[in-house]
């Protein structure tokens, strides 16, 4: 048997992508004195950081609980979120004078720009003795002796530790890649299978044709599906439906089953018409619907119904009702990784220790971030993962 053994490196440890999750570990690994090379094919670092929060970067969210995530092991994720959590990012913009705000419940968004983040994380990095290998593309890694060898487009890289930070496969045009899949194969650790989350739907026939129809327009709206409802803002687009409350449930959604729409949250749809019968007889169902919802929707939803009130029998009332207030919709699939914000699915967390986020059976070797069967809802959870993954992968590694 061949015996390999690691050359003389001027690195103790690789971190693959300078993401959110390899960046904050390659500054906790160097800051306890550890030479750190981190190799990215990206032009620059940190570019999924940049357009997150259209700009603004939603970087956590302050309730948070395993709930807000969707893993095999839904409590994996728990010892790191706690050994980082919300305040001790917070903790580290307020150090670098970097204001944010509370925009929704819970979701801390920056004043400025995600760009400061960025900067910050790269200044920490440079100051921490990080060297940032970008333009370089890995095609791989192995074990080499106790250690292992990356294997580069630009030369290989062999250390004794190696973490494992090159994220999901959303957005490929963004660089993803599945590298950290494929490496995780090579050290035979099993991958749960990866789907698009947080993604748009998509719908065919008639009900695309509804949808696009009514393209731009957003109101909120329930979706449920899988047992699990979201409330949030409902876009009507040309392929079918998105904005918050369809990417949550996109995260949920399993292909061929139906999700439950309700687009009177807040009414009881067959009690507000009934009662608008009596009251208003002579009233239009378009224009009563026009009170709660936009004026073109409610126009698609009262077709062929150009009657007054009155005139309209109760079991067609009754029909119209159950279409507002449980619409049983089947989506044709998800718009894919083209558009997805993130992957669901990854490597395995049964095989990694919860505490280190190192692979239990070797040493040295930690997967972190979005390439872990670790998936946040929408609101500042999948940052705060990568974040909390790669401080807990940087101490311990
Ligand atoms: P990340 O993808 O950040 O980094 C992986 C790195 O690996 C990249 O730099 C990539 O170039 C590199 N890489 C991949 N393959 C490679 C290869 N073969 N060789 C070399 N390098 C390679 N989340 C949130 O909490 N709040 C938000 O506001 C948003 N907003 C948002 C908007 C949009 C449009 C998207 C697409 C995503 C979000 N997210 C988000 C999700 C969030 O951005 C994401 O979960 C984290 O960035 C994941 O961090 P990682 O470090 O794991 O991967």
Not at 220 to 226: E, I, Q, S, V
């Amino acid at each position: 048997m061949e015996i390999y053994s690691v050359k003389p490196s001027p690195y103790d440890l690789s971190v693959i992508g300078a993401g959110a999750a390899g960046l904050v570990c390659a500054i906790e690994a160097a800051r306890r004195g550890l030479r750190v090379v981190v190799l990215d094919h990206a032009r620059q670092a940190g570019e999924k950081i940049r357009i997150s929060g259209g700009g603004r970067c939603n970087f956590t969210n302050l309730s948070l609980s395993p709930d807000n995530y969707i893993s095999h092991n839904p409590k994996f994720c728990l010892s790191a979120l706690k050994g980082y959590s919300p305040y001790d990012f917070m903790a580290r913009l307020d150090l670098h004078h970097i204001r944010y705000e509370e925009k929704e419940a819970g979701q801390l968004f920056c004043q400025g720009s995600a760009k400061e983040i960025v900067a910050m994380l790269l200044q920490e990095a440079t100051t921490a003795g990080v060297v940032l290998k970008m333009g370089h593309t890995v095609h791989t890694a192995r074990a080499l002796g106790d250690g292992y060898e990356v294997l580069c487009k630009q030369g290989n890289y062999q250390t004794p530790r190696l973490v494992v930070a090159s994220g999901g496969l959303s957005i490929p045009k963004m660089g993803a890649t599945d590298v950290g899949l494929r490496i995780a194969r090579q050290f035979k650790l099993p991958v749960v299978e990866t789907r698009p989350a947080l993604c748009p739907f998509l719908f065919e026939g008639g009900l695309q044709k509804m949808f696009s129809s009514l393209s731009g327009l957003s109101t909120p709206a329930t979706l449920t599906t899988g047992g699990v409802s979201f409330t949030h803002q409902l876009l009507f687009t040309h392929r079918g439906l998105s904005g918050p409350v369809a990417l949550q449930a996109s995260s949920y959604w399993q292909r061929g089953r139906a999700l439950l729409l309700n687009l009177l949250p807040e009414q009881d749809a067959l009690a507000l018409l009934l009662a608008a019968k009596q009251g208003e007889p002579r009233l239009q169902v378009t224009t009563l619907l026009s009170r709660y919802l936009p004026k073109r929707l409610a126009q698609a939803l009262a077709v062929g119904l150009d009657a007054p009130l009155a005139e309209l029998p109760d079991q067609r009332l009754k029909q119209l009702a159950n279409q507002l207030n449980g619409w049983s919709l089947t989506p044709a699939g998800l718009e894919g990784y083209r558009t997805a914000e993130v992957t669901a699915g990854g490597v395995d967390t049964a095989m990694l220790s919860s505490k280190t986020m190192q692979v239990k059976a070797r040493q040295g070797l930690c997967f972190i971030g979005e390439v872990v069967d670790v998936t946040g809802q929408l609101g500042g959870y999948n940052l705060q993962w990568a974040w909390s993954s790669g401080v807990a992968a940087g101490r311990y590694i």
